[in-house]
């Protein structure tokens, strides 16, 4: 190993993929956030600006996964993830392209006067954090067609 190269911290994930494929795996985070203290968060590294994303599959075949043919992405959160969100949680039904339907929570960090789920899913990156509350979530907004306050 270079003395220059940072190990990477592995998360299990499964990823949903448009075409119907659902691939469990892990990715590689930073153990170092460039934002905040601590690690790099799943939601940090799906917003990164590479467009191909390396998984390793449970046979170890590593893949490269075009960022914007995922969908979503189940994960269960880092104990630095779990408490970390600031902001008013609001209910919303996500139902994808394919018919697919997810609901949960989601947390609100936008501006005080704009706390609804419209201004939210309008101001919110590609990709944002759904907490179904059995199960965690990264949503990419792209695939999603409709979403159903609650």
């Known amino acids: 190993m270079s003395e ?4 990477k911290v592995e998360e299990d994930i499964v990823l949903f993929l448009n075409d119907g494929v659902v691939l469990e795996g892990v990715v ?11 690690r790099q968060t799943l939601l940090e590294l799906l917003l ?4 191909f994303l390396p998984v390793r ?3 170890g075949q590593v893949r490269l996964i075009n960022r914007q043919s995922i969908t979503h992405v189940r994960y269960v959160p880092g104990e630095d993830e779990e408490h970390s969100a600031f902001g008013k ?7 994808f392209f394919g018919g ?6 989601v ?3 936008i501006p005080e006067e704009k706390l609804r789920i419209k201004d939210y899913l309008n ?7 759904l907490d179904s509350g059995h199960a965690h979530y990264i949503i990419n907004s792209h695939h999603t067609h409709q979403a159903i306050p609650l």
Not at 28 to 38: D, I, K, R
Request: charged share 25%; proline share 4%; hydrophobic share 40%.
């Open 100 to 105: 697919e339907a997810l609901e949960g929570t």
């Open 107 to 109: 947390t609100l960090d």
């Open 89 to 95: 949680q609001a209910g919303v039904r996500l139902v």
């Open 4 to 7: 220059y190269r940072l190990e």
């Open 28 to 38: 590689f985070l930073s153990p170092l956030a460039y934002g905040h203290s601590g």
């Open 123 to 129: 101001m919110a990156p590609t990709f944002f954090a």
């Open 57 to 59: 599959d449970r046979e």
């Open 48 to 51: 990164e600006v590479e467009r």
